[in-house]
């Protein structure tokens, strides 16, 4: 391998021949539309079209990748793992000191447990499929996941939960038997048999439970030997079980188990010498790693596996209380041991050797270019905790934030291109101090409002973070969506909730007109329900108005129905050219057995009808600018160019026959209130 | 792991230009037999072509879309000399030319809507080095649009991008595709000025003497600098940081402090396009050698490429019949309908999601840590 890695290269069904290159342009997220373009620039071309003999079609492809996220299993893993984030972030915030540290600790096993879940789920699904080509797949996932645990177990272990006293041993025995299960499964087997002793797996499973410091089962096995009442075997059996075991001696100092230890090294070394054992030569072996030898653990070698299995096995027998920062020194040796034997050294082997030389940085790059499309969960979560816990904040690594943010970022990248994944998205990218944001409002531009429900969702988001041109916008976008489809009222709602004065405007003006035309409104629900938000532009103020007076006038109380369309007519709310659809609707009010207006109300209305009339009849456009500018004592900022257009609008002639029809009315109803409220009393 | 999916998009010849709306849900494709075709998604992730009718009497080299509050509207370019705008019809798949911009003598290049705050401004730019500035003048009726503004860059223009940043002036900046390596400099940079009511030249990178085919800024995200990608002979990618703004000793406007990225000589001779991703991490190129690349900075700022894409070969026409093989015998009939500008949801010969063999991507630049100098790898 390169000591650079090289950029991956990827072929595509697509042609590439000599007059067409490959093109491409990002779609959303992790997408690519890829197509054949001309190799020559788009001047040379003749635009005069196809007379160059193309006859085929060019096809495009849409190519996406970074898709492994988004399988059953791995959402799961996704989901688990945002609640402890968010969890984790907020405990930060909160917490401090050794109950951070706590937490911490805990958040990286939960991680852990969740990969690990994850895992067996998969596990499952490949022992059920039959599927040869679904269960490679199922298999490679496993292997990552497993891959991952192995590194962040060991990164836990050195970065995160600092054992007391430097005794990083036990923990790394601990690790290596958590991911290391074969001696166990074996030793099983062999317990079984009939005849312990003669399975062909014997020596071999005690071998391996002895290089994993498994005492215990391994003396449970010499136990089951026919000759474990011989001298040699008892002897064995004494020293494992004088073995000094640190778990057992928490209270004393490492200096003090140090040198029990060398006492009980010495006493093994003295029993081999003296050759109890040469009787037995798998009994002999067992003595020899007991001393720590060197040559043993070359042949014992494959029992471990991998050299960092082996490389804990050794430390166990030759250096037990080896200090964190000492581990890098045993390193190459077990590599070279493994090497020999004609092993290639992987990504993981550079990971963990990385790890166990305290070079984070070289851990989080390389994990996060040799995990797959997982390693930005991988990276991003790890980095984080690592963060939290100081371990490479900005003393310890120039970039320290920054490379917890980049990762973040990155995972987060991957999320958005998820139809629901995005809202986890949007949560990580809360705790991204330097960029988050912004990103969060190009994404949130970028996100398909696929239905009112999601648009409401984001909205929601939104407003929790005060992004309130993103607000706006959407409600824009749902707005003029609805208009588009023809669904005015949905469309209305939109804009008031987006405080849109001149779609609004716009929209109520369509909503009058369809009144003038049909005589009946549409959307009822919306207009009867819109409170203080029809107060936003002039137009909706007087539309709400006009449904309120219909609705007073079916129910009959017509007292009312006739001050409001006065008040309406009086204060100009109206727009110029539904005055005459207002004036018309004044008539049956006229016509009531009983007097409805009074004399004073029926002069305004007289007074409106005169104001109308005569603009009317001066219809020029230099007259109905001053006319209107005397007629109108408030400004009518929205609806200046509305009005205009309407006064200039020529009436019909059904229209002028309303109008005298309504004439007649008001005076009939004039003489009928002065009758009734005996204002002019007869002499 | 990659997955591909081929559309056939039947374009009687070749494809200038694949837009794709701001949701992701529409994408619109032009080409040199003078249609324009939209394509929408639908819920099982297939692309259906929803219109495809004649826009221009010359080639359409790009078409883009607006932003979605003002509707579904595109713009197109040809060499017809003319921009136009297009406006989907309420309710209908019919798309409904709202104006044709005619004010250019030569071949219109490019054409782009102006990013949203700025409300609806489109700029296209011309084959005579003229860049024109249109504006609606009501966005509810789009048949009206004024000639705001219209300055000369005194050289071909191939190509023109807007700066996407809302907390600084206006920024375009330009490219010409003059093949004179001694003509000056082929990208310019022009800035609004609110005081002056026009339209400054406020920087020429020098670096660029090649004709430059594509240029696009990346979309901001809150850096202090705008990064820009110039398609040439090689492939630059700029950073612009604006100086501190001082009026008094700067009447012209910012200066910016310009910084070379990145430069690439990576396509062999020319570099075609270039694209950025929503939240502009990943730059995608493409060249004379018929690959594309992507391009990604680490955290450290470095761009390096992270993977290559390449045609395998297979020739065009075959390609085409294995898909016309694999539509239905209905579907084939509905495709031949559809030259005639209809606007049936046919061509949906896509075929399943091709699994590729390919290596896992991992999307993680390499960087120059001294470490990796003298670590082995094997």
């Given at each position: 391998m390169a000591s650079e890695r090289e950029s991956e290269e990827i072929s595509v069904p697509l042609p590439s021949s000599e007059d067409a290159s490959l093109q491409a342009t990002w779609g959303l997220g992790n997408q690519l539309f890829v197509?054949?373009?001309?190799?020559?620039?788009?001047?040379?071309?003749?635009?005069?079209?196809?007379?160059?003999?193309?006859?085929?079609?060019?096809?495009?492809?849409?190519?996406?990748?970074?898709?492994?996220?988004?399988?059953?299993?791995?959402?799961?893993?996704?989901?688990?793992?945002?609640?402890?984030?968010?969890?984790?972030?907020?405990?930060?915030?909160?917490?401090?000191?050794?109950?951070?540290?706590?937490?911490?600790?805990?958040?990286?096993?939960?991680?852990?447990?969740?990969?690990?879940?994850?895992?067996?789920?998969?596990?499952?699904?490949?022992?059920?499929?039959?599927?040869?080509?679904?269960?490679?797949?199922?298999?490679?996932?496993?292997?990552?996941?497993?891959?991952?645990?192995?590194?962040?177990?060991?990164?836990?272990?050195?970065?995160?939960?600092?054992?007391?006293?430097?005794?990083?041993?036990?923990?790394?025995?601990?690790?290596?038997?958590?991911?290391?299960?074969?001696?166990?499964?074996?030793?099983?087997?062999?317990?079984?048999?009939?005849?312990?002793?003669?399975?062909?797996?014997y020596w071999e499973a005690i071998f391996r439970l002895l290089l994993q410091?498994?005492?215990?089962?391994?003396?449970?096995?010499?136990?089951?030997?026919?000759?474990?009442?011989?001298?040699?075997?008892?002897?064995?059996?004494?020293?494992?079980?004088?073995?000094?075991?640190?778990?057992?001696?928490?209270?004393?100092?490492?200096?003090?188990?140090?040198?029990?230890?060398?006492?009980?090294?010495?006493?093994?070394?003295?029993?081999?010498?003296?050759?109890?054992?040469?009787?037995?030569?798998?009994?002999?072996?067992?003595?020899?790693?007991?001393?720590?030898?060197?040559?043993?653990?070359?042949?014992?070698?494959?029992?471990?596996?991998?050299?960092?299995?082996?490389?804990?096995?050794?430390?166990?027998?030759?250096?037990?209380?080896?200090?964190?920062?000492?581990?890098?020194?045993?390193?190459?040796?077990?590599?070279?041991?493994?090497?020999?034997?004609?092993?290639?050294?992987?990504?993981?082997?550079?990971?963990?050797?990385?790890?166990?030389?305290?070079?984070?940085?070289?851990?989080?790059?390389?994990?996060?270019?040799?995990?797959?499309?997982?390693?930005?969960?991988?990276?991003?979560?790890?980095?984080?905790?690592?963060?939290?816990?100081?371990?490479?904040?900005?003393?310890?690594?120039?970039?320290?934030?920054?490379?917890?943010?980049?990762?973040?970022?990155?995972?987060?990248?991957?999320?958005?291109?998820?139809?629901?994944?995005?809202?986890?998205?949007?949560?990580?990218?809360?705790?991204?101090?330097?960029?988050?944001?912004?990103?969060?409002?190009?994404?949130?531009?970028?996100?398909?409002?696929?239905?009112?429900?999601?648009?409401?969702?984001?909205?929601?988001?939104?407003?929790?973070?005060?992004?309130?041109?993103?607000?706006?916008?959407?409600?824009?976008?749902?707005?003029?969506?609805?208009?588009?489809?023809?669904?005015?009222?949905?469309?209305?709602?939109?804009?008031?909730?987006?405080?849109?004065?001149?779609?609004?405007?716009?929209l109520t003006e369509k909503f009058l007109q369809d009144y003038k035309e049909n005589g009946n409104f549409s959307h009822l629900d919306l207009l009867d329900h819109m409170g203080p938000t029809m107060l936003l532009t002039q137009q909706l103020t007087f539309l709400g108005k006009y449904r309120e007076f219909h609705r007073m006038y079916q129910e009959k109380d017509l007292k009312g129905a006739a001050s409001l369309l006065l008040s309406m007519l009086t204060a100009r709310a109206a727009p110029r050219h539904f005055w005459v659809t207002l004036l018309m609707d004044a008539l049956p009010l006229l016509e009531t057995p009983q007097v409805i207006l009074g004399t004073s109300q029926t002069y305004e209305l007289m007074h409106c009808l005169e104001e109308l009339t005569q603009d009317l009849t001066r219809n020029t456009p230099t007259s109905t600018t001053p006319s209107r500018a005397s007629s109108t004592p408030t400004p009518q900022s929205a609806g200046t160019g509305v009005t205009a257009a309407g006064s200039s609008q020529i009436l019909s002639q059904r229209d002028l026959e309303k109008l005298k029809l309504l004439r007649l009315a008001l005076c009939r109803n004039l003489s009928r209130s002065i009758v009734h409220e005996g204002t002019i009393v007869p002499l | 792991m990659f997955v591909a999916k081929s559309i056939a998009v039947d374009h009687k010849d070749l494809i200038h230009d694949v837009s794709y709306d701001f949701h992701g849900r529409r994408m619109a494709t032009c080409s040199s037999d003078q249609t324009v075709k939209v394509w929408e998604q639908g819920d099982d992730g297939t692309w259906h072509c929803t219109a495809s009718w004649k826009t221009h009497s010359g080639s359409v080299w790009r078409v883009t879309w607006a932003h979605p509050e003002f509707g579904q509207v595109l713009a197109t370019c040809s060499f017809d000399r003319t921009a136009a705008v297009w406006e989907k019809e309420a309710g209908q798949n019919h798309w409904l030319k709202r104006t044709s911009l005619v004010d250019s003598r030569t071949s219109v290049t490019d054409v782009k809507f102006a990013p949203k705050h700025m409300g609806l401004q489109l700029a296209t730019s011309s084959a005579d080095g003229i860049i024109r500035i249109y504006e609606a003048v009501d966005v509810m009726n789009l048949s009206n649009w004024s000639l705001q503004h219209e300055f000369n860059c005194h050289m071909g223009c191939s190509c023109l991008t807007w700066n996407t940043s809302r907390v600084h002036p206006p920024l375009i900046a330009m490219g010409s595709d003059d093949p004179n390596p001694s003509g000056g400099p082929k990208v310019k940079l022009y800035e609004y000025s609110e005081v002056q009511r026009k339209w400054n030249k406020v920087e020429a990178l020098s670096v660029v003497s090649d004709a430059v085919h594509d240029i696009q800024f990346a979309p901001n995200v809150g850096r202090s600098y705008h990064l820009l990608a110039v398609a040439s002979k090689e492939l630059y990618i700029f950073s612009l940081k604006p100086y501190r703004k001082d009026p008094a000793s700067n009447p012209q406007g910012n200066k910016f402090e310009i910084r070379q990225a990145g430069m690439f000589d990576c396509h062999d001779s020319q570099v075609w396009r270039v694209s950025w991703n929503v939240i502009g991490t990943i730059l995608v190129s493409s060249g004379a050698d018929g690959c594309v690349r992507m391009w990604k900075a680490n955290y450290l700022g470095n761009w390096k490429c992270i993977s290559e894409l390449k045609g395998d070969g297979t020739p065009g026409e075959g390609h085409a019949a294995v898909a016309q093989n694999n539509q239905p015998p209905g579907t084939l009939a509905a495709n031949g309908s559809m030259g005639a500008n209809n606007n049936s949801s046919s061509s949906n010969a896509i075929r399943p999601p091709v699994p590729m063999n390919l290596k896992r991507n991992t999307g993680w630049p390499w960087m120059d840590i001294k470490k990796d100098s003298f670590k082995l790898f094997y």
């Open positions: 197509y054949a373009a001309d190799r020559r620039p788009a001047k040379d071309t003749n635009g005069e079209g196809s007379d160059m003999g193309h006859t085929q079609s060019y096809d495009i492809l849409d190519l996406r990748w970074g898709q492994d996220m988004h399988g059953p299993t791995t959402r799961k893993l996704i989901n688990e793992s945002h609640s402890v984030f968010v969890m984790l972030q907020g405990q930060v915030t909160s917490l401090s000191g050794s109950a951070l540290y706590n937490q911490l600790k805990e958040a990286s096993r939960q991680y852990r447990s969740i990969a690990k879940a994850c895992s067996l789920e998969l596990q499952l699904l490949m022992s059920n499929t039959v599927d040869e080509g679904e269960r490679e797949y199922y298999g490679n996932q496993v292997e990552l996941l497993e891959t991952m645990q192995i590194i962040w177990s060991l990164c836990e272990i050195l970065f995160i939960d600092i054992a007391p006293g430097e005794m990083v041993l036990v923990q790394l025995l601990n690790w290596v038997r958590w991911h290391f299960s074969a001696g166990r499964e074996m030793a099983q087997d062999v317990i079984n048999d009939e005849i312990p002793e003669e399975h062909p797996a410091g498994e005492i215990e089962r391994v003396r449970k096995l010499l136990s089951l030997h026919s000759c474990s009442q011989t001298q040699p075997f008892t002897s064995v059996e004494e020293l494992l079980k004088k073995m000094p075991q640190w778990g057992n001696l928490r209270t004393v100092s490492l200096a003090e188990f140090d040198l029990k230890w060398r006492h009980w090294r010495e006493e093994c070394m003295r029993r081999y010498e003296e050759g109890h054992f040469t009787a037995f030569a798998e009994l002999e072996r067992v003595v020899q790693v007991l001393c720590g030898d060197m040559l043993v653990f070359s042949e014992l070698k494959d029992y471990c596996e991998t050299w960092y299995h082996l490389l804990i096995s050794r430390l166990l027998y030759q250096n037990p209380t080896v200090r964190p920062t000492d581990l890098a020194f045993h390193v190459q040796a077990c590599m070279e041991e493994f090497q020999r034997a004609g092993h290639r050294m992987g990504h993981v082997d550079n990971i963990l050797q990385a790890a166990l030389e305290f070079d984070l940085h070289q851990v989080i790059k390389d994990s996060s270019t040799s995990l797959g499309d997982r390693s930005w969960w991988f990276g991003a979560h790890l980095t984080d905790i690592l963060h939290h816990c100081g371990q490479i904040d900005s003393q310890k690594l120039p970039f320290g934030s920054n490379l917890r943010e980049y990762l973040l970022l990155e995972y987060v990248a991957g999320l958005m291109s998820h139809h629901s994944l995005w809202q986890v998205g949007v949560d990580y990218l809360d705790h991204c101090p330097v960029f988050g944001k912004e990103h969060m409002k190009l994404y949130i531009e970028n996100l398909p409002l696929d239905s009112e429900r999601k648009a409401n969702k984001l909205i929601h988001i939104c407003e929790e973070r005060d992004l309130l041109e993103q607000v706006q916008s959407i409600c824009k976008i749902m707005g003029v969506r609805c208009s588009q489809d023809g669904r005015l009222g949905s469309a209305l709602s939109w804009f008031l909730r987006s405080k849109d004065v001149p779609a609004a405007t716009r | -």
